[in-house]
């Protein structure tokens, strides 16, 4: 089974070699990477320079933003299966790609997830939230339920048929898409019991408390166009689910 892997840069220069060398150094025998600058003027493309023999496709160029760039990316795919890796975080070892693989081939799932963890800037083996998900049953969406997004699969067909991100949510871009495959149109998911990326802390939805309470609105939004019953009770429901992910450390 081919994977494709979109990683979207924007001035990444910080922890960028971290990240792709995760990437390049999977087990598994047919990764497809592909890495979208924003036009970055750090020293991100001299980075990614250096594993130019081992990315698939580059492309640098002024976008609209995180999703817009992904959605170019996983146009520009052609694996089986299309997942993304932020380019501060990083797969925790060399066969996350493989076992990806084959929970796809064992499941005939359309798509799949797993657990996360996010860890300090500096020092990744300090967790400091872990967020260990659980099988999809339809209606957890309206419990407060979702997937981290960062461990989020789908086969590249889906997006074709279902849809690309929005660019009109903001930072719930991927909540909305995960709702709109999984809930609305009832594709076929599958739960990997394993840790599936370290995620840096830190991220544009929780940068400030504007932030988040814009985040909380477009989260509405999300739920309300893809036939969440209750919203706003899904939507106080939501942040509430993450309270043990702290208690579990």
């Not at 609209?64 to 146009?75: C, E, F, H, Q, V």
């Not at 797993?114 to 957890?140: C, E, I």
Request: aromatic share 10%; net charge positive; glycine share 6%.
């Amino acid at each position: 089974m081919k994977i494709s892997i979109v990683t979207v840069t924007y001035n990444a220069e910080r922890f960028l070699a971290n990240c792709i060398e995760s990437v390049v150094s999977q087990r598994h025998p047919n990764i497809e990477y592909i890495i979208i600058d924003g036009a970055s003027t750090d020293s991100t493309l001299q980075i990614i320079s250096r594993f130019n023999d081992q990315i698939a496709k580059i492309v640098t160029e002024k976008d609209k933003g995180m999703y817009d760039a992904l959605n170019k990316g996983i146009k520009m795919a052609t694996g089986d299966v299309v997942g993304l890796l932020n380019s501060d975080d990083f797969f925790p070892n060399n066969d996350v790609v493989g076992k990806i693989a084959q929970a796809f081939e064992g499941s005939n799932a359309d798509i799949l997830y797993g657990d996360l963890w996010y860890v300090d800037q500096t020092d990744t083996n300090k967790a400091l939230r872990k967020w260990k998900s659980k099988p999809y049953q339809h209606g957890m969406f309206q419990r407060g339920w979702m997937p981290a997004h960062p461990t989020f699969y789908a086969k590249r067909e889906l997006f074709e048929l279902y849809g690309y991100y929005r660019l009109d949510m903001g930072s719930a871009a991927d909540y909305e898409l995960m709702i709109r495959f999984m809930h609305k149109n009832k594709l076929k998911s599958v739960y990997l019991p394993e840790l599936m990326v370290k995620m840096r802390a830190g991220g544009m939805s929780n940068s400030s408390v504007e932030a988040r309470m814009k985040a909380n609105r477009a989260d509405l939004e999300a739920m309300k166009m893809n036939g969440i019953k209750y919203p706003k009770l899904a939507a106080f429901l939501k942040p509430l689910r993450k309270i043990p992910q702290f208690l579990k450390l």
